[in-house]
C-alpha cells in the first residue's frame, strides 16, 4: 500500500540517500560533469535541507513504510520589469521514485499535490528542467501536459 504525505524533517537522509541514486544516475547516463562526490559534501545535505523551509516545497511516496520517491520544489518570483513581467513560478527541481516501484503512477501522484501546493501559492505556472538526453523524462512530463519552453546549449572549452 502507498501513502502519501510530507516528510518529516528527521527524513532528511532518506532523501538525501533516494537522490544520491538519482545524482549518480544522472552523472553515468547524461552529465559526466557532475562532481561525483558532491553527495559525500555537507553543501548537499544543506540543499536538501532547504525544502523542509517554508516557502519550499517536499512531498514523499512511501511503500510499507520506506520512502521509496520525493519531489520537490521552490518559488521564483520575477520582478514586474523582467522579460515575462510579474510572475510566481513554481521550480519543480527534483522528482524520483526508485524503479521498482515504477510504472504505478507515483509520480504522476506526487506532480499532482506539487501542482496544487504552487496553486496555494499564486504561482501561475511550473518549470522544470530535465537532461535533453533524458527521453524518459522528457515523455513523462509530457505525458503530464508540460510543454517545450527553454532549450540551453553548451559547449565544453
Known sequence: MYTFKRPD???????CELNKYLFNLS?????????ANWPNK???????????????FIFAVYFEDQMVGY????IDEMPE?????????ALLENLMVLPEHQKRHLGSELDKHFRQWAKRQGCNRIQVSVFAKNTKALAFY?????TDYDMNLEVEL
Open 9 to 15: 524533517p528527521t527524513e532528511l537522509e532518506q532523501v
Open 71 to 74: 519531489i520537490s520544489g521552490s
Open 42 to 56: 555537507e553543501s548537499y545535505r544543506q540543499f536538501f535541507k532547504r525544502y523542509f523551509d517554508d516557502g519550499n
Open 81 to 89: 520589469d523582467s522579460y515575462r513581467g510579474r510572475q510566481k513560478i
Open 142 to 146: 509530457r505525458r503530464l501536459g508540460y
Open 27 to 35: 552523472r553515468e547516463e547524461f552529465d559526466p560533469s557532475l562532481d
